[in-house]
């Protein structure tokens, strides 16, 4: 299963666990893919400096392999005062009805990028990843300077070689079904809805870094499609969600778990950024707002106290149940054992595949 993402990497597999911000990807569940051979990733991008080096030392603690840690690009919000009172108007609703603080004030709506950046560098993680753009120049040359691999993400071909062009080493194409935020920066995220299938081979001919295919992919047989592909290693986030070592709300992964391929749905009501997940009632509901959602990251801050009283009160109807299109075949398997049965689907498929070439059977 070596590739040039593997080689460079110094791992035996190439599979790399999503980043998952917000709660699934846990220290326990990145050191365990790393351990396992993969590539095990932390989700930092809702978390304070103090929590990323907290998170980074814990995994550090359990494995010596290599390991990503992913931030969100910050954007400039658009939204209006006006637009931001109405939304937390209306939210109160929600908010009564799960009996906590109504109009609650919001210190920040983000933490610093800057300053997440400069921890990152301190602690000289092996691997940088990041969602939503393109960081500074600064942030990448100092991240090549200390040896950081560095990944980007890309849901076009164009995103991807203004990936590469900006330094990324490796670039993620985020297929349209993936789970948990879109990666689009150069579009709108309803132009960018290429599938995996389409992107991958696509932006493989057109990059000279490893393309890592994301979405979709479950098992062995999306690990042996996507090398076919043209892909160096692939990203699976569904997969891990009901994993024992995933963070995930028990809720949450009862209903990756047990819910079909077309359960899920695009939508921007939850962060002001598209985004796939579960449907939810709050989903339904919020259809027939009336005005417009605030930009990412202030919705994002305006429905978190929900978000958290709804996973409190074991609610799935408010929470943010990202997930992908492959829920059908989600399992709770062990990271490790996850890893070891999706190589071993992986091998079995492409012996078959082998040996129909010389047969010339299809």
């Known amino acids: 299963m070596e590739t040039s993402f593997t080689r460079r990497l110094g791992i035996p597999y190439p599979i790399v666990q999503a980043p998952m911000a917000g709660g699934p990807a846990t220290p326990e569940l990145a050191a365990a893919v790393s351990n396992a051979g993969g590539l095990g990733s932390l989700g930092a991008g809702y978390w304070s400096p103090s929590q990323i080096r907290d998170a980074i030392r814990e995994v550090r603690r359990r494995t010596d392999r290599p390991f990503a840690v992913n931030l969100f690009l910050p954007e400039q919000p658009r939204s209006t005062d006006d637009e931001i009172s109405a939304m937390q108007a209306h939210l109160d609703v929600y908010r009564e009805r799960l009996g906590i603080e109504t109009s609650p004030s919001i210190a920040a709506y983000a933490p610093s990028f800057e300053d997440q950046v400069q921890v990152l560098l301190e ?150 950024k598209a985004a796939r997940g579960i449907r939810t009632d709050f989903m339904r509901d919020m259809k027939a707002y009336p005005g417009a959602i605030p930009d990412y990251p202030i919705q994002n801050a305006l429905t978190r106290d929900i978000r958290q009283a709804a996973a409190q009160a074991n609610d799935p109807s408010f929470m943010s149940l990202w997930a992908g299109q492959g829920l059908r075949l989600a399992t709770e398997q062990t990271a490790a054992d996850l890893i070891g049965r999706t190589v071993a689907e992986a091998q079995a498929a492409i012996g078959r595949l082998s040996g129909l070439a010389g047969t010339g059977e299809v």
């Not at 194409?173 to 995996?196: I, K, M, N, P, Y």
């Open 123 to 272: 602690e000289e993680v092996p691997v940088f990843s990041f969602t939503f753009g393109i960081p500074p120049a600064e942030a990448i040359e100092e991240m090549k300077r200390r040896g950081i691999f560095i990944v980007g993400t890309a849901t076009t071909v164009e995103e991807g070689i203004r990936l590469e062009a900006a330094g990324a080493d490796a670039v993620v194409a985020q297929g349209s079904e993936a789970g948990g935020h879109r990666g689009t920066f150069l579009s709108e995220a309803a132009d960018a809805l290429v599938g995996t299938l389409a992107l991958v081979p696509q932006l493989a001919d057109r990059v000279s870094v490893p393309v890592i295919a994301s979405g979709g992919i479950m098992d062995g047989r999306g690990l042996a499609a996507s090398l076919a592909l043209g892909a160096s290693a692939v990203q699976m986030g569904t997969a891990f969600l009901a994993s024992p070592e995933s963070g995930a709300h028990a809720a949450h992964k009862r209903l990756v778990l047990s819910s079909a391929e077309d359960a899920t749905a695009i939508t921007d009501v939850y962060s002001g």
